[in-house]
Nanobody, 117 residues
């Protein structure tokens, strides 16, 4: 099985930055894509960004494009989400997800990001 542990959330002012991290452990060889999702109160969970494991192809939601950057460190088995120019509408619980065709999807516990003055 795969375990995902997220960290880096917190309270920031509009225009500020945060860097989220997700550490993967266990049987991670079957994971072909890592994703960041977010869910705000009363809203559906939405895909924010993704990155493939083999070719490092990235994808972003239009709402965060140009402000957020997803990256990964294959040595440390970590994936990051650098969030710049944060807006109040970015406030949400952010989740890390590993996508596996063999074992299904794996989710982290979520980390709270609050953007407020």
């Amino acid at each position: 099985q795969v375990q995902l542990v997220e960290s880096g959330g917190g309270l920031v002012q509009p225009g500020g930055s945060l860097r989220l991290s997700c550490v993967a452990s266990g049987s991670i060889s079957s994971i072909y894509k890592m994703c960041w999702y977010r869910q705000a109160p009363g809203k559906q969970r939405e895909l924010v960004a993704s990155i493939t494991e083999d070719d490092y192809i990235t994808s972003y939601a239009d709402s965060v494009k140009g402000r957020f950057t997803i990256s990964r460190d294959n040595v440390k088995n970590m994936v990051y989400l650098q969030m710049n120019s944060l807006k109040p509408e970015d406030t949400a619980v952010y989740y890390c997800k590993g996508v596996s065709h063999l074992m299904g999807d794996y989710w982290g516990q979520g980390t709270q990001v609050t953007v407020s003055s």
